[in-house]
T-cell receptor, first 115, second 116 residues
Framework: DAGVIQSPRHEVTEMGQEVTLRCKPISGHDYLFWYRQTMMRGLELLIY????????DSGMPEDRFSAKMPNASFSTLKIQPSEPRDSAVYFC?????????????FGSGTRLTVV | AQSVTQLGSHVSVSEGALVLLRCNYSSSVPPYLFWYVQYPNQGLQLLLK??????LVKGINGFEAEFKKSETSFHLTKPSAHMSDAAEYFCAVRTGYGGSQGNLIFGKGTKLSVKP
């Protein structure tokens, strides 16, 4: 298995532009999570899906952030418009049957820089 | 609410020395506890997990952790550090079995440096 695949690995954009981050979870995993990592706040859960349905988006910082999972093999995290304070590393993770003792498998992350 | 505190944002050891990374958790119910490692420019990789079976848990790369309920701790150790162990280590807790309580809550991380 290729693991959780995220694209792009790096993104540099200007303030005000739309940014779309992509994630392909491990085949067969039924949970998908989006995390944001910054020096100041550490790892923050933004949103998670179960069987493609958003379950908890209470971590999404503002209406500028949105996430979708149109099918079991693809999810996007969109920021529109982007701001410099959105600069961070965004991780996608997937898991099988979260209610058991499985850990999460993380992607390599997308490093976003908004200038 | 559940939480995790990692003591020391940066730990430095010599190659061959004992590695001890500290993690304390807060939970009103028996927790599931995890240690993850993050190498530079990579995602997090699961090192080991405690799920209410044996209190001493062995993981990959020679790491182990001991769950101590009386101390609400889950410290990570390795008898002899290697240069390749240099990375950032995250402790995480999950206390629920459904809804948002089932999510992993991560500590701030501890960066481990290994000196030759």
């Amino acid at each position: 298995d290729a693991g959780v695949i995220q694209s792009p690995r790096h993104e540099v954009t200007e303030m005000g532009q739309e940014v779309t981050l992509r994630c392909k979870p491990i085949s067969g995993h039924d949970y998908l999570f989006w995390y944001r990592q910054t020096m100041m706040r550490g790892l923050e859960l933004l949103i998670y899906f179960n069987n493609n349905v958003p379950i908890d988006d209470s971590g999404m910082p503002e209406d500028r952030f949105s996430a979708k999972m149109p099918n079991a093999s693809f999810s996007t995290l969109k920021i529109q418009p982007s701001e410099p304070r959105d600069s961070a590393v965004y991780f996608c993770a997937s898991s099988l049957n979260r209610d058991r003792n499985y850990g999460y498998t993380f992607g390599s992350g997308t490093r976003l820089t908004v200038v | 609410a559940q939480s995790v505190t990692q003591l020391g944002s940066h730990v430095s050891v010599s190659e061959g020395a004992l590695v001890l990374l500290r993690c304390n958790y807060s939970s009103s119910v028996p927790p599931y506890l995890f240690w993850y490692v993050q190498y530079p420019n990579q995602g997090l990789q699961l090192l080991l997990k405690y799920t209410s079976a044996a209190t001493l848990v062995k993981g990959i790369n020679g790491f182990e952790a001991e769950f101590k309920k009386s101390e609400t701790s889950f410290h990570l150790t390795k008898p002899s550090a290697h240069m390749s162990d240099a990375a950032e280590y995250f402790c995480a807790v999950r206390t629920g079995y459904g809804g948002s309580q089932g999510n992993l809550i991560f500590g701030k991380g501890t960066k481990l440096s290994v000196k030759p």
